[in-house]
């Protein structure tokens, strides 16, 4: 039995597939099937019973399953503690971020914390989905927006400055809402769960929150930015998303004398993770480097 077999297994039964498994850890599907075939041979039992459309773990690959997933965890364990003191950093980090803030913000940094940290190994990937961290496998979340209430650890980084906006071709049709409470008679972009419970507003220095509607829904700023430049309707987005738009003249922006509520942005990682020196290392390279742009 070789050692990388049992992360190969443990990825097959987290992904439900050999394909799966293949994606996440950049192997060949053909090689991944390969590999749990051998080491079901060199253990002399049954880990897994295919079909032609799923997996099922058998109950000694349950055990296995478990064994095996504590046993990786040990070993990350182990060799973060030995180079936690050495002074250097090394091991793994599993990273999810959404995908527009992934790409601009996030993005130019990751090149950066690399060079500084060559032993680091960084799988990042980028996600508008509400990533099950725990579950997953995940190290660390950047998540943007109010946090539901969690056993994980939140460590707040900035926040972003929200910015409400129509296209030129919308307020010429239907005019634009000259205060919050005339939301509620125009066609509103509804971005992530912010969009679900109305927008938050400063009225006289209280936060307020004002009903809105409209025909789209969707996790992704850049979606509702180009509907809004569509002149489909008034969007309030991260002034980051539409910037460039603004500029150009693709959008305007409205209710101006009323500040938007800003969206916080958190770093998010379970509690067993607050540890792991590559963890807290990154969390505080991006915090110092989002500060500078915030």
Aim: hydrophobic share 45%; charged share 25%.
């Amino acid at each position: 039995m070789q050692f990388d077999d049992l992360r190969i297994f443990v990825s097959t039964v987290d992904a439900g597939s050999f394909t799966g498994a293949a994606d996440k850890l950049l192997l060949s599907k053909q090689f991944v099937s390969r590999r749990v075939m051998a080491l079901e041979a060199s253990l002399g039992v049954r880990l897994l019973v295919r079909n032609t459309r799923k997996l099922t773990v058998t109950e000694l690959g349950q055990e296995f399953y478990a064994r095996a997933t504590r046993i990786l965890a040990e070993v990350a364990d182990t060799e973060e503690a030995m180079s936690a003191r050495r002074g250097d950093l090394r091991g793994t980090l599993k990273i999810t971020a959404p995908m527009s803030f992934g790409i601009s913000h996030l993005s130019p940094l990751i090149a950066e914390f690399l060079v500084e940290h060559p032993a680091v190994r960084l799988h990042l990937e980028l996600s508008d989905r509400h990533v099950d961290l725990i579950g997953e496998g995940f190290d660390l979340a950047l998540r943007i927006g109010a946090l539901p209430d969690s056993t994980l650890i939140a460590r707040r980084l900035g926040e972003l400055r929200m910015v409400a906006c129509c296209s030129p071709a919308y307020r010429r049709s239907r005019g634009e809402p000259a205060t919050p409470a005339d939301l509620h008679r125009h066609a509103c972009l509804l971005y992530g769960k912010e969009g679900r419970t109305g927008w938050e507003f400063v009225i006289d220095g209280v936060r307020r929150t004002f009903e809105v509607q409209g025909a789209l829904l969707a996790n992704n700023g850049d979606v509702i930015r180009d509907a809004a430049v569509a002149g489909l309707g008034v969007a309030l987005l991260p002034r980051f998303i539409v910037e460039a738009a603004l500029d150009v003249g693709e959008l305007v922006t409205v209710l101006e004398p009323f500040a938007q509520s800003p969206l916080p942005v958190n770093a998010v990682y379970p509690q067993h993770r607050q540890d792991m020196a590559a963890c807290r290392a990154f969390v505080g390279f991006i915090e110092e480097r989002l500060r500078e742009r915030f």
